[in-house]
């Protein structure tokens, strides 16, 4: 008797201890990610919406994704700033290329002057989010702090960008066990790394490895740059005269539009030079880089692609900092197939072996869509390979589901912001007309189109075809990697076609106050 009632205290005990280790709590936008696509995303959403309840969760103990998550030495973006940063918010910096801390500090000014810090919770984890028809309502588990919470949302906006925070691409090199340096991934740079007077060598030719190379020169390391195939790298200025101009004769919101206009018009114009003339910019690739290292045959064996330029992303020096950290003597370059680690460093097919007290393997991304989160319609798995994509933005059998890429030929922010803007156009009509489904649906002659962001041939996006949804070459099925014919199209995006509407009798409208929480809709009220 009296064991049972202890048994049946402590069942209870137990029951009261899961009951507060979940908590739960209903919003009408539940937005995953709070970096450049999320902060875009709540802003236009809430532009166009205010009446909605929107929450960003964030995994990281910070909001700026991969701006907080990349710390290595000379980290930056090889877009330009105007482009990046968000046309409603100016940048009013000096400089056109800049670095990661300064793009942190952007986005950090953004929310506070937009007011979405209150919307953000950090260290929260999504770890499944499945849709009720039954209930027309998304229903999301994370995990913050060892806690268990869950969420009712009526849309959902992912915006984990596309590749994976925790894990790296890994090649597979042999031989780390015999190495007796050190091995690091720009990934996961050791705050307490010391690379002052040591030999650095840096695995690896794209972005990462073309702004990670001058950034060690520059700390007094012995750097090499080695990669298997050479890359094409275009030197720009920092600073860019014309924003000088625009900032001294328009207020900072005009100058930075006009600025974010010429820019991106200049990108869309130097890709398509790539594209359609590529003997002829390779030309003047090759001229550029042979008067900036001084030397034709350096640039034959280490800058002179096997091929196109924009087959494969195009990395951007400010200033010409590579070249320059070459020229001075302070980088060199070693173009070859790794063998595998040996004790003294990195052994190439040919014998050659690169000395090495570090090792930096730059060896690219693993890209991982949907943030890894665990998704499901009624219950069954949603496989994006099964899907096709709605202007980029949504995916076909999925409801209430939007989700941000950003472009691989030009700045993140400039597909991103089409997407928070079509998805901040798709909200309003649920609003409007009492609505609250939307789901694409994609026609039965579709055809089976082609794995979405495969327009470049990086091994980072050629590892990935496998996962990838589908895109066709026509509207609302496509997303041309092309912010002119995506950025015409999507404005102009009829609702209608391709995209069906409903209202469940189990939910009322989007948005209505009996979607809020009794906090939620004080804090409104008030």
């Not at 680690?341 to 072996?353: N, P, Q, S, T």
Request: aromatic share 8%; with cysteine.
């Amino acid at each position: 008797m009296t064991a049972d009632h202890a048994s049946s205290s402590d069942r209870a005990s137990d029951r009261a201890s899961d009951r507060a280790e979940h908590v739960s709590a209903q919003v009408d936008v539940l937005i995953v990610g709070a970096g450049l696509s999320g902060i875009n995303a709540a802003y236009r959403i809430l532009q166009a919406c205010p009446e909605l309840s929107v929450r960003i969760l964030e995994a990281r103990t910070e909001i700026g994704g991969t701006w907080d998550l990349f710390r290595y030495p000379g980290v930056r973006s090889d877009s330009d700033v105007y482009t990046l940063a968000f046309p409603f918010h100016p940048w009013t910096g000096q400089d056109s290329i800049v670095g990661g801390e300064q793009i942190w500090q952007y986005l950090h000014e953004v929310v506070q002057h937009s007011g979405l810090q209150d919307l953000i919770q950090l260290d929260t984890q999504v770890t499944s989010v499945d849709w009720s028809s039954s209930s027309a309502r998304w229903h999301v588990r994370a995990v913050s702090g060892g806690q268990s919470l869950r969420y009712t949302a009526r849309f959902l906006v992912m915006c984990t960008g596309y590749y994976d925070y925790d894990h790296p691409h890994d090649p597979g090199f042999q031989g780390l066990e015999d190495f007796d340096g050190t091995v690091v991934h720009p990934q996961h740079w050791p705050r307490d790394l010391e690379v002052a007077g040591r030999r650095v060598t840096v695995i690896g030719s794209g972005a990462t490895a073309v702004s990670l190379v001058p950034a060690l020169a520059e700390a007094g390391t012995q750097v090499t740059m080695l990669q298997r195939t050479p890359g094409y790298v275009l030197d720009l200025p920092s600073r860019d005269p014309l924003a000088d101009l625009a900032r001294r004769v328009l207020p900072p919101t005009a100058a930075h539009r006009a600025v974010r206009v010429k820019n991106a018009a200049l990108q869309w114009a130097f890709y398509q030079s790539c594209r359609r003339a590529p003997r002829l910019m390779q030309s003047m690739l090759r001229r550029r880089a042979v008067a900036a290292t001084g030397s034709e045959a350096f640039v034959d064996e280490h800058f002179t692609p096997p091929y196109d330029p924009w087959d494969q992303r195009l990395c951007v020096a400010p200033q010409g900092d590579l070249y320059a950290a070459i020229r001075a003597g302070r980088a060199g370059v070693v173009t070859g197939q790794v063998d595998r680690f040996v004790y003294e460093g990195v052994r190439l097919a040919d014998g050659r072996v690169v000395e090495a007290d570090i090792v930096v393997t730059a060896t690219g991304l693993r890209v991982l869509l949907l943030g890894g989160i665990e998704a499901s319609v009624d219950g069954r798995r949603i496989d994006p390979v099964a899907c096709h994509v709605y202007y980029g933005a949504m995916l076909s059998g999925v409801p209430n589901l939007a989700f941000s890429i950003g472009y691989v030929n030009q700045s993140w922010t400039l597909r991103s912001d089409l997407t928070a803007r079509l998805t901040a156009r798709v909200l309003r009509r649920l609003l409007d007309r009492g609505l609250d489904t939307v789901v694409p649906e994609a026609p039965d002659d579709v055809g089976p189109g082609r794995p979405l962001m495969t327009n470049l041939s990086s091994g980072y996006l050629a590892r990935a075809v496998h996962l990838m949804p589908r895109v066709t070459d026509a509207y609302p099925w496509a997303m041309a990697q092309n912010v002119v014919r995506d950025g015409w199209a999507t404005r102009r995006a009829d609702l209608d076609e391709g995209l069906r509407w409903s209202r469940s009798t189990a939910a009322g409208p989007a948005g209505h106050p009996g979607s809020r929480t009794p906090q939620e809709e004080a804090r409104r009220s008030s």
